[in-house]
């Protein structure tokens, strides 16, 4: 539908097959009755016929688009183009009638036309012959203007959701990066024996989030090899963690969009481990059954309570989830005494 030229073109064309039907139809009864010919004849003569008569059509049909379109800037308001229009139409009314008598029946049929130049129904044939194409084409063009302008909104609107998903991403990824530096940096300041096995985790951990989060969707088994990744991290760094991962996955071949589990996970880090003066634990749940995907998260918490840049970061994700997955999800956050829970159901067989 954006190749307008193209589209103007079949219309005419078959228009002028349309046409030429019509006008054979109607000389074919006309001319046997005037002058002797065979039917090859009558369609030659039907064939110029309708050429001469595109004359008036054609032009008729363009200008009007013009109008309506606002391409003559001095013809602006509505009323000014109604006035427009009906003189545009009148010129060509006039224009078909002198063609019609004077060229077509006189020179080509070389007979006389049984009424005068600017007879009555000559006028109102004239303005059905007009009048029929020119707004067939109009609504045809017109109603190919809104499918393009609706096209148009949905690229808009799409390279608008995506440009929002980059940077909601680009939010987390960098705070993720910081604080998985700054493990390193401890754990070297101890000389400890662990820092080269996080540093290849590290290593693999950021090949993924550079090379995979540029993806819409990736595997279900892929995004929990690196959620398996990231906790090994954490463990080296924090001794004393308890952590249970749990995942029952039916279908490894179904995607997900890539890093969003990983921001819960890690939020369920920063805080549990860092707020938490005894016991810290934290719990990771990720089931796959028949396409509905559950996904639970939970950590101990102490006494000082959740700062803002948690609401902001829950605010971030939930806003990257309406984005993906609006109307097919659930999320449903539990803040109690001692403990956080984050729980997110998609459907990812609705997909």
Partial sequence: MRNKFK????????????ATYAEFAYLDTYLSAHIHIDWVGVLGYAIVSVLVFLISIVP????????LDGK????????????????????????????????????????????????????????????????????????????????????????????????????????????????????????????????????????????????????????????KDYIEIQRIRYKDL????ESNIDDFSKEISPLILLQFIENAFKYGTSETTEKPLIVIKVLLIKGIFHFEVTNSKGELPQTNSTKIGLKNLERQLDLLYKDRYE??????????????????NNE
């Fill in 60 to 67: 008729c049909y363009y200008i009007l688009l013009a109008i």
């Fill in 242 to 245: 308890v952590v249970q991962f």
């Fill in 72 to 227: 003559f800037k001095k013809i602006s308001t509505l009323f000014f183009k109604i006035i427009a229009s009906v003189i545009v139409v009148a010129i060509f009314v006039i224009t078909f009638r002198l063609l019609c008598h004077y060229l077509v029946y006189s020179r080509l049929y070389e007979v006389e036309e049984d009424i005068d130049a600017f007879n009555l129904f000559g006028i109102f044939n004239a303005l059905m012959n007009i009048g029929y194409p020119t707004s067939l084409a109009l609504g045809f063009e017109k109603f190919r203007q809104q499918l393009v302008i609706k096209d148009e909104m949905n690229e808009l609107k799409t390279e608008k959701l995506k440009s929002e998903m980059k940077f909601l991403k680009a939010q987390i990824n960098p705070h993720f990066l910081f604080n998985t530096l700054n493990n390193i940096y401890g754990l070297s300041l101890k000389k400890s024996d662990d820092a080269p096995e996080i540093i290849m985790k590290l290593s693999k951990i950021m090949r993924y989030s550079i090379f995979e989060s540029a993806k819409e969707f990736v595997s279900i088994e892929d995004e929990i090899e690196n959620i």
């Fill in 331 to 348: 999320l449903i956050v539990d803040n109690l005494d001692t403990i956080f829970t984050v729980k997110l159901t998609i459907f990812l």
């Fill in 7 to 18: 589209i103007h073109i079949i219309f005419w064309v078959v228009y002028f097959l349309y």
